[in-house]
């Protein structure tokens, strides 16, 4: 049995918006100020974030090989990156889709594994995942078959209808039967290709991996994750995840 990664790394990352700073970019012809360069090319004290996350993965002994799916236009450059930080023997750069699932999708046709072995799919966008965690997960999908990170709600929780005058609540869901899903999200292989294949002949598309699974009936475990571990989205986060690096010294 083999460890394979996907990392999904070809989102536009509108959300980080223009306010970013350029001097936060990976390469000079990344991005102007007009043009934001996506959050996975950004850098964490100087390295770029895809690269803290291909590390992470890197650290794991079990791990075979990490697919990481990019834009087309920028196969070219990302592969001089994993040449540039050495992480050629452990990485392999493919060209994604226009979603998330798409991305993934073509990472996994990429894949050469067997049925039993065990892929897991992590966002380029958490660097901040640690090792141990990425273990424990492994431990769970060889346990269960389909497990993901996830950390407990801390607030409460409203189910709302949206308005022309805004949200208005319509009922609190019990917090304590809520998880918010993180990533990495590990399948064996053979499982992660039947939900892939069963979503895309019903046009089902999902925000993450579980979801396919979900839907296809398939039992998904829950390993206990971390807030460190989430997905820098908007501006400050940058600070946040600096602020954390800095902490663990990585
Ligand atoms: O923006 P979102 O939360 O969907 O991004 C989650 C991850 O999926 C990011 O690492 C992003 O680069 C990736 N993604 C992708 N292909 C897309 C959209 C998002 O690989 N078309």
């Not at 890197?58 to 450059?77: L, S």
């Not at 380029?124 to 060889?142: F, G, K, M, Q, Y």
Request: charged share 20%.
């Amino acid at each position: 049995m083999q460890v394979y990664v996907i990392i999904p790394a070809a989102g536009l990352g509108t959300r980080m918006s223009a306010s970013v700073p350029v001097a936060l970019n990976a390469t000079p012809n990344a991005a102007s100020s007009s043009t934001p360069a996506p959050k996975q090319f950004l850098q964490l004290r100087g390295i770029p974030i895809l690269v803290h996350t291909l590390r992470a993965f890197a650290a794991v002994a079990t791990v075979q090989r990490i697919h990481v799916a990019v834009r087309a236009h920028e196969i070219d450059r990302v592969q001089a990156q994993v040449h540039e930080y050495a992480l050629d023997t452990r990485a392999t750069v493919v060209a994604g889709g226009d979603t998330r699932q798409e991305s993934v999708g073509a990472a996994l046709r990429s894949l050469r594994a067997s049925d039993d072995d065990i892929v897991l799919v992590h966002d380029a966008v958490r660097p901040l995942i640690d090792p141990a965690t990425i273990e424990r997960t492994i431990e769970a999908v060889i346990k269960h078959g389909a497990a993901i990170v996830g950390v407990p709600a801390i607030d409460t929780i409203k189910q709302v209808e949206r308005t022309a005058e805004g949200a208005i609540i319509g009922t609190t869901i019990p917090r304590e039967r809520i998880v918010l899903a993180q990533t990495p999200q590990g399948f064996r292989c053979d499982l992660l290709r039947r939900i892939f294949r069963e979503a895309e002949a019903d046009g089902f598309l999902g925000t993450d991996e579980a979801s396919l699974a979900e839907r296809a009936g398939v039992p998904v475990a829950v390993v206990l994750g971390s807030p460190r571990n989430f997905k820098i989205t908007q501006p400050g986060d940058l600070e946040l995840a600096e602020f954390y690096l800095q902490q663990s010294k990585r």
